[in-house]
């Protein structure tokens, strides 16, 4: 287990600390755009699922872990050692951030830019995607597993791609908690808490109805 927690704190901290800082470098150099950031976050998760899924499974994100435990994946008690060292490498990875260029663009924390139920509604569909796609390229018996970390990057970016402009896309409770925290910026992090976590259970739901 030590590995493996191990692995999810690297590989949670490098995620947010490679896809925030995208957005605090952006903020200060208006060099890498919203498309660079997109691709800045589709880019590091596949590599971190190629790097550690060996090890941990490569959830990085506890509404994933959520959706396992809700398929009988992970027992309770591992899912709470993994989601408590997903959000410690989120934290540490926004600490990071602010020693090296202080609180700039709130250390990319996810906001609505609209009404939050819109927000709420976009990070639930987006969250439901993408753990369907985690399910069918990564877990299911037929998939084609040596391409799971491409498929899975390649909807993180995809998904950062369009919504990042109206939610941040967060997808990830972990990738908005950091920054919130560490930041200041706590009155909207419920949305992308609750909303994740509801769209990752619910796409594991209807997965093992339309599969199993």
């Known amino acids: 287990m030590r590995r493996k927690l191990t692995a999810e704190f690297i590989g949670t901290y490098f995620l947010v600390f490679a896809g925030t800082g995208a957005v605090v470098i952006n903020d200060l150099t208006k060099s890498i ?20 899924g060996h090890v941990s499974g490569a959830h990085f994100n506890p509404a994933v872990t959520l959706g396992f435990l809700a398929r009988g994946d992970i027992g309770s008690q591992d899912a709470v050692f993994y989601i408590t060292t997903q959000v410690l490498g989120g934290l540490a990875a926004s600490a990071s951030l602010l ?14 830019r609209y009404s939050w139920q819109q927000s709420f509604v976009l990070e639930f569909i987006l969250t439901f995607v993408l753990m369907m796609v985690i399910l069918g390229s990564a877990v299911h018996t037929k ?38 925290i560490v ?16 769209g990752a259970v619910a796409a594991a739901v209807v997965y093992k109805f339309i599969h199993e």
């Open 183 to 198: 930041s200041g910026t706590l009155e909207h992090l419920w949305i992308y808490v609750v909303a994740t976590i509801l």
């Open 33 to 52: 755009t919203h498309v660079g950031i997109a691709l800045t976050f589709g880019l590091v998760v596949m590599a971190l699922i190629y790097a550690f």
């Open 143 to 180: 998939a084609n597993k040596p391409f799971a970390g491409a498929a899975i990057g390649a909807t993180v970016g995809l998904e950062a791609m369009f919504g990042g402009p109206i939610s941040g896309a967060s997808m990830n409770p972990a990738r908005s908690i950091g920054p919130a």
């Open 99 to 112: 020693l090296m260029f202080g609180n700039v663009a709130q250390l990319g924390a996810t906001l609505p």
